[in-house]
């Protein structure tokens, strides 16, 4: 088995009624919130999904299917848990995480420190292997049309040990 390997995963969801979005585990104030099955942290599921791929797991919609309601607004941080949990029964660490936010708003430069110190924490890794970025569509598409947002998430993970 090779002991290093690259995941990628993407995630969107739709704006709709609420009062925040919930992104990299951290609750920001938004004029809007985010339609979805669990609370919709739109970067935490394409992390999971980056994850699971890169360990040859699946993708997230196998393991907490929008479908179950156990994953009723189920939190991010309890699918990325459980997502990294999965990987350290098969033998995989996370060595370092890159993520994206795609958004016209919120502002996410304000909680950026926030998203990455969150997510080391539940990846169980140093700060500096989290990397958290945001950008703009520059008013293209349904990104740009302030309809949703959207993330894409790439991952390195090391196989260690024989679980």
Do not use: W
């Amino acid at each position: 088995m090779t002991n290093l390997r690259i995941g990628q995963g993407f995630d969107v969801h739709a704006f709709g009624p609420g009062d925040h979005v919930m992104l990299g585990g951290i609750r920001i104030a938004h004029t809007h919130g985010l339609v979805a099955h669990s609370d919709g942290d739109v970067l935490i599921h394409a992390l999971c999904d980056a994850l699971l791929g890169a360990a040859g797991l699946g993708d997230i919609g196998q393991h907490f299917p929008d479908t179950d309601p156990r994953y009723k607004e189920a939190s991010g941080a309890t699918l990325l848990t459980a997502t990294l949990a999965q990987l350290q029964q098969v033998g995989f660490a996370v060595v370092n995480v890159d993520v994206t936010v795609l958004a016209e708003a919120p502002k996410l430069a304000p909680h950026r420190e926030a998203m990455t110190v969150r997510l080391a924490e539940l990846l169980q890794v140093s700060r500096e292997a989290v990397n958290v970025k945001a950008t703009t569509t520059e008013r293209l598409g349904f990104v740009g049309r302030a309809e949703g947002m959207a993330a894409q998430a790439v991952c390195l993970i090391e196989h260690r040990a024989t679980p």
